[in-house]
């Protein structure tokens, strides 16, 4: 039998002051091991991830340092006299699992499914408290007003940049920034560049409206570019040994529900609109000798027989294509990745594997062939509480229709 364990720690990150001439240090952290529901969705395409939980409000917590118990009967959550147990821009970590017996001795798998900070609390019965990951950090952040050229800039070394020059007003906080790390190996050209009075997340949030270019946290790892998959999230260590990510989901043991739908390829009315805006040099030069640059724009829609303004559209941004020839190649590769014959939808399964979104799900039914298939995972939602331990996974591109090459080089 599978029991359900959890564990919540809460580490103080910021100061408060009840008036201006007194200030009471938070440094406590405290666990606690018991939620009424929590909630924690993870997605590339949303750019923060988030966690949500509820616990009772006469819950004891335990003081790491001390080892004593604390109450929050009697105690402050967000304002009185005391220091608040829990305030926005504390850090929470959140990890769960099960425990079964496995003849001799029980056994303990408990994963770390979400790292951030609080966002809001409501002192309600049950408390409610509401998270973001790192992302959080980013939104405290804004940055000199500057230039960035595309001669001397992408959107990595851009946002590094960003992060490694604008200091946080929190101490705290900032000794969390110093550990964030931007994610370099791929290079994501995006043209001139300009920004002023924004938080680094609201750059990178009109970096995604503008080119499509997806931002989101691993760990401490900010990733931004035009990749959102990448083959060595594939393998990863447990308990010391080197393992794959790829998790075999079977309707007939592990999938409790579904709104899984397969499609046939020829059913589906897919376009890719690729767009290139590309400075071009022209044989004139300025007032200071140097040549002149204009914007070209490049257009088009893969496969462009049967476009319909109803039909599904994918708009995907490049830089640096010079021929229309070459952005309607590159159009198709990517049509011919999301268009395939095969399931589409989500489906819940049991807290176990722990899955995470760029994991590979291996889709098995005995009964109907067509559903077998290997797919990359685009979002997980977990759910954990009194009700149980659930993942709602959503699936993406499938792989077989990818050849390695594609594969290992990165995926959009």
């Given amino acids: 039998?599978?029991?359900?364990?959890?564990?919540?720690?809460?580490e103080q990150?910021?100061?408060?002051?009840?008036?201006?001439?007194?200030?009471?240090?938070?440094?406590?952290?405290?666990?606690?091991?018991?939620?009424?529901?929590?909630?924690?969705?993870?997605?590339?395409?949303?750019?923060?991830?988030?966690?949500?939980?509820?616990?009772?409000?006469?819950?004891?917590?335990?003081?790491?340092?001390?080892?004593?118990?604390?109450?929050?009967?009697?105690?402050?959550?967000?304002?009185?006299?005391?220091?608040?147990?829990?305030?926005?821009?504390?850090?929470?970590?959140?990890?769960?699992?099960?425990?079964?017996?496995?003849?001799?001795?029980?056994?303990?798998?408990?994963n770390k499914e979400f790292e951030g900070y609080v966002v809001r609390v409501f002192t309600d019965t049950p408390v409610r408290v509401e998270c973001e990951d790192s992302m959080f950090l980013l939104?405290?952040?804004?940055?000199?007003?500057?230039?960035?050229?595309?001669?001397?800039?992408?959107?990595?070394k851009m946002v590094a940049e960003m992060v490694a020059t604008t200091k946080a007003v929190n101490k705290k906080h900032q000794a969390e920034i110093d550990q964030l790390k931007v994610r370099q190996s791929i290079k994501t050209k995006i043209g001139d560049f300009y920004s002023e009075n924004e938080t680094i997340s609201q750059v990178l949030s009109r970096i995604r409206k503008d080119t499509n270019g997806n931002s989101y946290f691993r760990g401490k790892e900010l990733r931004c570019s035009a990749i959102v998959y990448y083959p060595e999230d594939q393998k990863d260590i447990y308990k010391g040994k080197e393992r794959n990510r790829v998790w075999i989901f079977d309707f007939n043991k592990n999938v409790i529900t579904n709104n899984l739908e397969y499609k046939l390829k020829e059913d589906i009315n897919l376009h890719i609109k690729a767009i290139s805006i590309n400075k071009v040099e022209l044989n004139t030069t300025t007032k200071k000798g140097k040549p002149k640059k204009v914007e070209k724009r490049l257009e088009c829609i893969v496969p462009d027989n049967n476009y319909l303004s109803g039909s599904e559209t994918i708009t995907r941004h490049f830089f640096d294509i010079q021929t229309i020839d070459e952005l309607k190649k590159r159009a198709t590769q990517m049509l011919n990745r999301a268009w395939f014959t095969g399931l589409q939808g989500s489906f819940e399964t049991f807290g176990l594997p722990s899955v995470?979104?760029?994991?590979?799900?291996?889709?098995?039914?005995?009964?109907?062939?067509?559903?077998?298939?290997?797919?990359?995972?685009?979002?997980?939602?977990?759910?954990?509480?009194?009700?149980?331990?659930?993942?709602?996974?959503?699936l993406d591109v499938k792989l077989t229709n990818i050849d390695d090459k594609s594969y290992n080089a990165g995926l959009i």
């Fill in 139 to 156: 939104k405290q952040l804004t940055p000199k007003a500057k230039i960035y050229p595309q001669s001397q800039y992408d959107i990595e």
């Fill in 356 to 394: 995470r979104h760029g994991d590979i799900a291996k889709m098995e039914s005995l009964r109907l062939k067509e559903q077998n298939g290997y797919y990359l995972i685009k979002a997980v939602t977990k759910t954990f509480g009194i009700n149980g331990y659930r993942q709602k996974i959503d």
């Fill in 13 to 110: 990150m910021t100061d408060w002051q009840p008036t201006s001439e007194v200030t009471i240090a938070r440094d406590e952290k405290y666990v606690f091991n018991f939620v009424n529901s929590l909630e924690i969705v993870s997605q590339w395409n949303a750019q923060t991830d988030t966690c949500n939980f509820t616990f009772p409000r006469n819950m004891y917590f335990k003081d790491e340092k001390t080892g004593t118990k604390v109450n929050f009967t009697g105690r402050n959550i967000i304002f009185g006299d005391t220091p608040p147990i829990i305030q926005r821009g504390d850090k929470v970590t959140v990890e769960l699992g099960y425990i079964w017996f496995d003849g001799t001795k029980d056994i303990y798998e408990l």
């Fill in 1 to 10: 039998m599978l029991r359900l364990i959890s564990k919540i720690t809460i």
